[in-house]
């Protein structure tokens, strides 16, 4: 085994990961492989976002005749066909759907449940700024008999894998299966994403914050007080805010920092959701030695009780969250 496994690709990496589980039956690795081929085609299509326009100039067809789709309707059909072909997903539910979708038939043979928000950040697509996707995977509680709403609204410490995928200056894909957080990057002359960042350790304490500004007049004190005292003489923090969810939290993944989109006077659940973004990226930032809370609870404990529920999110280096938390929780 060579001492770095740099340029190693994913694919080979998690076939190595499945050897060190004897029982392994391979069926998280096939579908694991399911979703890197959506994660390709996405990035593919995102990567040609700005010729869309252009190419289906006429009437919203391409040059191939085919209905142009939007985006982000494009991203969460590629999800859906993907995992309709894979046999090993018996459930999944988007941040795109009302309701779930049951999958598995009599040749099904996995056992997982997978929710994903297909392209997060989709404001920025017309003007080509990073978007991602975000994917979180349970198993069912009842193996094959009959999946069911209630088999998704399990606390975020029940993942089994988490990850998302960076449509960036580079395509990044960067998950955890509880054994750390590694990031891959595609190198698109080969096809592959290759590992690039292994073992990601976020620093104890960053420099950065992040937060829509914007918000401010419904802020809560808790809130307005931890902003006040990272701009106050000195602090040196920076702030920085793509607006993208997935291109803010790998930012501070890398160099340490704070995401914050709390409860405030006008959304009083904050903005985010907690079973496609909040529990994926805090499986992540706690993998990564980082931290995740809604102000008042750990984000990863919380019971949901809705498919879409939306919650506060306090997420990135320990040192940062827990003094946010600590405003937060003196101003109540
Ligand atoms: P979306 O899932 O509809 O794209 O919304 C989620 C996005 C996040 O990517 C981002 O962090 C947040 O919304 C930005 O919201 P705002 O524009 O209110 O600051
Ligand atoms: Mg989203």
Redesign the pocket.
């Given at each position: 085994m060579p001492l770095s496994m740099s340029g190693m690709p994913l694919t080979k990496f998690l076939l190595q990961e499945q050897r060190k589980h004897a029982d392994s039956s391979g069926s998280f690795t096939s579908l694991f492989s399911d979703i890197i081929v959506a994660a390709k085609l996405i990035s593919r299509a995102v990567n040609k976002a700005g010729l869309i326009d252009i190419l289906g100039a006429a009437g919203g067809k391409n040059v191939q005749g085919e209905e142009v789709q939007k985006l982000d309707e494009f991203a969460n059909t590629a999800m859906l066909h993907t995992m309709e072909l894979s046999s090993f997903v018996l459930g999944m539910a988007s941040?795109e759907m009302d309701d779930i979708v049951k999958m598995g038939g009599p040749h099904s043979r996995g056992n997982y449940l997978i929710l994903f928000?297909p392209?997060?950040?989709?404001?920025n697509i017309d003007v080509n700024i990073s978007v991602g996707t975000i994917f979180s995977i349970l198993k069912t509680p009842n193996g094959h008999d009959g999946v069911t709403e209630k088999d998704f609204l399990r606390p975020g410490v029940e993942q089994v894998c988490a990850g998302y995928v960076l449509y960036g200056s580079s395509t990044m894909f960067v998950y955890t299966t509880g054994n750390g957080v590694h990031g891959f990057t595609l190198d698109p002359s080969v096809g592959e994403f290759l590992l690039s960042h292994e073992n990601i350790r976020m620093p104890e304490r960053g420099k950065i914050y992040s937060i829509?500004e914007?918000?401010s007049a419904y802020w809560y004190d808790g809130t307005a007080k931890y902003i006040e005292k990272l701009k106050s003489n000195g602090s040196g923090y920076s702030a920085r805010?793509v607006?993208?969810?997935?291109a803010?939290f790998h930012r501070n993944l890398l160099k340490g920092g704070v995401f914050l989109?709390p409860a405030d006077k006008k959304s009083k659940k904050g903005?985010?959701?907690l079973l496609y973004?909040a529990n994926p990226l805090s499986f992540i930032v706690e993998q990564a030695g980082g931290m995740s809370s809604t102000g008042d609870n750990r984000v990863m404990e919380i019971v949901p009780e809705e498919l879409h529920q939306r919650v506060p999110l306090i997420i990135g280096s320990k040192a940062d969250v827990q003094e946010a938390v600590g405003c937060w929780r003196a101003a109540q």
């Amino acid at each position: 085994m060579p001492l770095s496994m740099s340029g190693m690709p994913l694919t080979k990496f998690l076939l190595q990961e499945q050897r060190k589980h004897a029982d392994s039956s391979g069926s998280f690795t096939s579908l694991f492989s399911d979703i890197i081929v959506a994660a390709k085609l996405i990035s593919r299509a995102v990567n040609k976002a700005g010729l869309i326009d252009i190419l289906g100039a006429a009437g919203g067809k391409n040059v191939q005749g085919e209905e142009v789709q939007k985006l982000d309707e494009f991203a969460n059909t590629a999800m859906l066909h993907t995992m309709e072909l894979s046999s090993f997903v018996l459930g999944m539910a988007s941040e795109e759907m009302d309701d779930i979708v049951k999958m598995g038939g009599p040749h099904s043979r996995g056992n997982y449940l997978i929710l994903f928000d297909p392209l997060d950040g989709s404001s920025n697509i017309d003007v080509n700024i990073s978007v991602g996707t975000i994917f979180s995977i349970l198993k069912t509680p009842n193996g094959h008999d009959g999946v069911t709403e209630k088999d998704f609204l399990r606390p975020g410490v029940e993942q089994v894998c988490a990850g998302y995928v960076l449509y960036g200056s580079s395509t990044m894909f960067v998950y955890t299966t509880g054994n750390g957080v590694h990031g891959f990057t595609l190198d698109p002359s080969v096809g592959e994403f290759l590992l690039s960042h292994e073992n990601i350790r976020m620093p104890e304490r960053g420099k950065i914050y992040s937060i829509n500004e914007g918000n401010s007049a419904y802020w809560y004190d808790g809130t307005a007080k931890y902003i006040e005292k990272l701009k106050s003489n000195g602090s040196g923090y920076s702030a920085r805010y793509v607006g993208s969810l997935v291109a803010d939290f790998h930012r501070n993944l890398l160099k340490g920092g704070v995401f914050l989109y709390p409860a405030d006077k006008k959304s009083k659940k904050g903005k985010l959701r907690l079973l496609y973004e909040a529990n994926p990226l805090s499986f992540i930032v706690e993998q990564a030695g980082g931290m995740s809370s809604t102000g008042d609870n750990r984000v990863m404990e919380i019971v949901p009780e809705e498919l879409h529920q939306r919650v506060p999110l306090i997420i990135g280096s320990k040192a940062d969250v827990q003094e946010a938390v600590g405003c937060w929780r003196a101003a109540q």
